[in-house]
Each structure stands twice: as structure tokens, then as C-alpha cells.
């Protein structure tokens, strides 16, 4: 079907329709109409015949009245008969004998006024009867006064009642008649109407007459059917299907005559969106007049032209998401730099939202929400450190709450520590797997998390303020904020398991210590360190004497312990900036930056004193066994016993065999090595270990003085340092011991 085919179909479908629904609301409203106006005169008239028929009854029920009253009833009843009211009358006695009757009287049977059941005979009289009785109460006889029910009767109730009425001969509608006023040819159409009529129900018959039965009943004895024609106009669907006619004739023309007007505009409009669809956004398409068709004519050329736009707009957000995506692939690829990678997730949240300013917080143990990475976010007044937020109202309850947050708040209603704004939203973000676990930390690290630790709560929130253009920020916000800050919590994780796989990498896993590749590290750093600044470096290598006895005696176990134990005395012997390692087996090694000969003898003294005081306690669940240790110490110094690091690493080894030899449990200092060849260095890397966590952190602090190390004199040469190991695993297997045989 073309185009102009279904124009037409449509204008006629829009136009016929509602004529044929006039059409037929006319000839049903003047149908209801002619039926209400024809129901409302049967009621009328059924209500005059009731009232034709009781005052008729009321009339005889008098004249018998005054017929039993009378002493001489047989000239009451002559007046009575004689002024017609009633036509006859009748007395009885007791036992039913006529005793006087007035003339002649109607056909039967007499129908009593107080009957209403039906009759099997049409009645020929309406009759009242009424009792007679003496001065004492006997009953003596009745009078009966009667008026026939005739033509004339009939004639005088359809005068009454305007309607035409009709005197059933039975108790069936459609038997034959007693007497109707009906047209001729009418009464059959009506008593076949009337059949199984009762009530007040009201049908037609097919030659436009409305009948309805009355009687009998109280007052109204008879069986009566009425019957009015209707006031429907002659030939009205005659004149409503000629009106449709015409109308669909003139819609015809002008359908066809709109479809051809019509039809040039919209091929032209249907061209042009071919055009749009192979993607040609140029194409545009002649206004020819104002019109609806001129409008949308000229509506799809703005659509194309704000089409072409977004186009644009959209090319320019698709190219500029790829280099976020890009740029933010390559930083999470090439770096563990967190500070940047935050940086750039909240460069990038803030240009995909129109935000004003964001900030990415991390929690810090101590219950605080620390800025790692701000935007457009004032510096606190104090100018000192980052931003730092309370767990509380805003952005702070976040945290605590683990729940994403946005609204609007009054200038007055920032609390103390938050940015300054008017709309927020900050969406929190945790770590994807327990990581706080593996570096050995409390659940109390993180606010918010769960007693037993195993599931890391919110560690950060990404917070945005102030939406450019005073709206405030919406569910699509919220949607677009989590994305980034699962980036941002991909990268915290990622940058914490990278520190704590490298401090692995570095660690011994059995006491805590250093591991011999992070020995070969440091020492190549504090040799050039040393070196740079005309500084002194001692090494001191440590080994426990006899530990093979102890293995064989009391077993690996017993072995492992006391290596433990060792390894803590030595944390709480040296400083802060002494750095502690596992060269291997039973082997340990000490570098005190900053120190000479005399600090590091003193050191070395202080060891083996820490070693020899208390035996080590090791045993499995019986009753331990004290296991006396002592240790072998050899000390060399950077630069008077090696040039490198490794020179002065074989010197305190060699230093440690003398110790060793001269009868253990002492320390040795390293002659001088200057026509020593030096022993082949092994490449080690050189670079920076900043940031790494550092074997030897402090954990306590004893009473009293430290002891000054350096190219001076000590002060308290058996002076601890009170310092302590950092945390770390302190079981676990360990490496194969290397058993010099000492």
C-alpha cells in the first residue's frame, strides 16, 4: 500500500468514524428517548387506571354501604341502581338465597374488587360485597352492588388513561380477548408483546408500539394490558444512513485531495532520512510552507544539524576517554607510584563529572582521613601537612559508614577539616583482597573493618565537590564515581602488594631480618654513601658458635628458635639506622653506618654480651631446655679494610675466622687490608631503596643514655640502643645453614 493509499485510508478512518458514531448515537438516543417518553405514559396511564378502577370499587363499596344501613333496602337499592351507582345489587340471606335483586343484572362472572388473583374467564362485572348483620351481632346475609365491565368500561379507561387498553379473557396475555380498544390489526402484535409480561416491564413490538400489562392486584382486580405507539420520527434511519453516505462521499474527496497535498513533502522528508541513515548528516530537506508538514520538515533539519553537534561532541568525549584510558593504562603499567596514579583517577573523575574540586583520602591508623591527591581544594589554614578529615559528618562518615553519600550543605554546616563546598559526593572504596593480613597488621588499622580482619573494610573515599553549573551531583555521578574509585582502590592495592611482595623479597622469612640480596644492596649504597661524604662504615659479621651441636642435640626446631632469639637480641643492640641481615645458615651481618672502629668494637662487645647473658629457652611442649649461645664477631671498616663494599665484607670475614680461632665467643678487628687483592664484586644494584620498610626499626627504648657512635670516643661502651626489630614472620623455613665448623 503507497503512501497515499494509507493517508487516505487514515483520513477516512479519522473522519467516518466519528460519523458513524454520531450516526448511531442519534438513532440510539432517540430510541431511549421515544421508549423513557412511552414507559413514563404506560406509568401514567397504569396509574390512572388503578385510580379509574379503586374509585370505581369505593363507589360500590358505598352504595352497598348504603344499601345494608337502610331499614327498607329494596328502595335504597332501586335510588342506588336508579342515579348509576352501580348497575345492579343483589341481598342474600344467611344461607345464600337471593332475597331482592335490581333489575338485570351484568354478565358474570362478578369480579370482586378485593381479588387479585387471576381468573381463568375474563370477568364480566366489578362487584363489592358486604356483610349484613343484626343489632346483636348475627349475621343476617350480604349486599353486592355490581358495575359490568363492557366496551364501554374500556372506552371510559382509555379516555382516562390515553392509552389504548385491553381486557384479557384469561389468564394467558395471548388468549383471545374480552374486550381492547386496540387499532384493528394491532391487538394480536400486542397481546404477543404482552406475553409473559409482569410488573412494571415495558417492550415493543415490531409496529412501533410500547406495551406494559397492569393488574391484578390490590385495588385493581382486572387483567389489563396498555398499550401507547411510539413517538419515533418516520423514516429517522433512513435519514441517518443517507447522512453517512454523503458524509463518506465528501470524506472520499477530501482524503484524496490531503493525501496529494501531503504526499510531495513527506517523500521528500522520507529521502532525506535515507540520506541521515547512511550517515550523510547534511542532508536537509525544503520547507515548503508553515504547516505541521513544513514543521516537521523543519524540525528535522535542526535534529540533523544538533545530530551532526553531538556527533561531534561525542567524537571529542570518546577521543578524550581513550587518552584518559590510555594515559591511566600506561602510569598503572610503567609505576607504583601511588601519588600520581591517585592523581590522575581524580583528574579523571572530575572531568568525566564537571566537578569543581575532588580529593582521594586514604585512612590512616590513627582514625584520620588523609589526602594523598587533591584538586582545586584549598590548602588547610595552618599550611602544614595534607588535608586530613575526622571520621564524622560528610565525607568522613563514609568511611565509617562504608556507604556513598551526596547532597547539598549550607557554608555554615561544612565541619571543621572538610573542604568548603555546596554539593559533595564521595563514594568509599576497600581493598579487593585482605592485604592488610599479609603485613601483619591489626584489624584496628582500618576504621570501620571487622573484628576479625579477614575482610578489609573501606580504606579511602573519592570525594567530589560542587558540580560546575550549581546542580547538584546525580545517581549517574554515583555510578561513574564507583567506577573510578574501584580504579582507585585497584591501584592502593595493587602499590601496598608490590611494597609488601618487594619487602618480602628482601626479608628472611625465619627471624625477620634482611635477606643476603638486600646485604648486597645496602652495602654497595652505604659504601658510596661513605664514600660521597668522608664518612666511616662498619661491617660486622656475626656468627652463633657451635650451632650444629645444638641442631644435633635438640633438633631444627630447637635450631630455628635460637636463630629467632638472636635475631631479636641483635634488633635491640643497634640503632635506628643500623641495618641487620641473614647472611645465610647461622651467619648474620651488621653495617653501622657512621661509625669507626672504636663504635663498632663497642657494638661488637655489646652482642656478644646480649648473646651470652641469657641461655635461649627452646623446647616443644614438655619443659624447655636453656640452651647457652654465644657468638663470633669479626669488625672491619670502610675505608681503612676495603675500597668496596665487598672488600670490606670478606675483610670482617676474615676477621670472624680469627674470633673464631682465638677460642669464639669474642670479636675481632680486621688488620689492615690495603695489599689485600681484592676479591671479585658481584654487580648489585645501586639504586635508591627509599620507602622500603627497614630491618631494625625501634620497639622500645631502655632507660638511660644511647650510645654515640662515630669517630669519636663512646660514652657507655656497654650502653644498649634499645632498639627493635620491624614486624615480620618469625617461623618458617629457612635456608640451608652454612657450617664453617666453628
Known sequence: MTLRARLTTALLTVVLGPVL?????????????????????????????????????????????????????????????????????????VAGKVTHATGQSPTAPWRDCSARTPVDVAPGALAV????????????????????????FMARLAGVTGA??????????????????????????????????DGERVVGTADGRYVRRVGPSDGQPLPLVLSVPSDRPPGLYAVLVAAVLLVTLLAVIVAGRLARVTTRPLVELVKAVDRVARGDLTARVPVRSRDEVGRLADAFNRMTRETGTYVTALTSSRDQLRGHLAVLGDTLASTHDLQRILRLILHSAIAATGARAGAVLLVEPGGQLVAQATE?????????????????????????????????????????????????????????RDVGAARGDGPAARPGGPPDGTAPATFG????????GGDDFDDDDLVTLRTFAGHAAVAV???????????????????????????????????????????????????????????????????????????????????????????????????????????????AGRLGAAVRGTPIAVGGLGEPVLVPVTVSIGVAVHPDHGGTGQEVLDAADEALYAAKASGRDTWRIAGMAGAATPALELPVSAGSAEGLPRAGARREAPDGPRA????????????????????????????PRQSRGR
Request: with cysteine.
Open 708 to 735: 654515640t657512635r662515630g669517630n669519636g670516643p663512646e660514652t657507655d661502651p656497654l650502653q644498649g640502643s634499645g632498639t627493635a626489630a620491624p614486624d615480620g614472620p618469625t617461623s618458617g623455613p629457612h635456608p
Open 493 to 603: 592495592d595493587n602499590v601496598r602488594v608490590h611494597e609488601e611482595a618487594q619487602r618480602l623479597s628482601l626479608t628472611d622469612p625465619l627471624t625477620g631480618l634482611w635477606n643476603y640480596r638486600y646485604l648486597r644492596q645496602s652495602l654497595r649504597r652505604e659504601v658510596e654513601r661513605a664514600t660521597r661524604f668522608g664518612r666511616m662504615l662498619s661491617v660486622l659479621v656475626l656468627d652463633l658458635d657451635r650451632f650444629k651441636h645444638i641442631n644435633d642435640t635438640h633438633g631444627h626446631t630447637a635450631g630455628d628458635l635460637v636463630l629467632v632469639e638472636f635475631a631479636r637480641r641483635i634488633r635491640g643492640e643497634i640503632r635506628e639506622v643500623d641495618l641487620a641481615f641473614r647472611q645465610g645458615g647461622e651467619e648474620f651481618v651488621v653495617l653501622l653506618p657512621e661509625t669507626d672502629a672504636l663504635g663498632a668494637a663497642i657494638v
Open 21 to 93: 458514531v454520531g450516526a448511531y448515537f442519534v438513532g440510539s438516543a432517540v430510541a431511549a428517548v421515544d421508549r423513557s417518553r412511552s414507559t413514563e405514559r404506560l406509568a401514567v396511564a397504569a396509574t390512572a387506571v388503578r385510580a379509574s378502577v379503586d374509585a370505581l370499587c369505593q363507589q360500590l363499596r358505598a352504595a352497598a354501604d348504603a344499601v345494608a344501613l337502610a331499614d327498607d333496602r329494596a328502595a335504597v337499592a332501586g335510588q342506588v341502581v336508579g342515579r348509576g351507582l352501580a348497575a345492579a345489587v343483589r341481598v342474600t340471606d
Open 461 to 468: 573515599v573519592l570525594a567530589l565537590y560542587d558540580r560546575l
Open 376 to 432: 582545586g581544594i584549598e590548602a588547610p589554614a595552618s599550611g602544614s601537612g595534607p588535608i586530613r578529615v575526622p571520621l564524622g559528618d560528610l565525607v568522613g562518615a563514609v568511611t565509617v559508614s562504608g556507604e556513598s553519600r551526596r547532597g547539598r550543605v549550607e557554608p555554615s554546616g561544612v565541619p571543621p577539616g572538610e573542604p568548603r563546598c555546596r554539593t559533595y559526593v564521595a563514594v568509599p572504596f576497600a581493598a579487593p
Open 164 to 197: 389504548a387498553v385491553t381486557l384479557l379473557g384469561g389468564p394467558d396475555a395471548a388468549s383471545r380477548p374480552r374486550h381492547t380498544t386496540e387499532p384493528a390489526g394491532v391487538h394480536e402484535a400486542v397481546l404477543a408483546a404482552a406475553g409473559g409480561l
Open 129 to 152: 360485597r358486604v356483610d349484613l348483620w343484626d343489632a346483636t351481632g348475627v349475621p343476617q346475609g350480604t349486599v353486592t352492588t355490581a358495575q359490568p365491565v363492557d366496551p364501554a
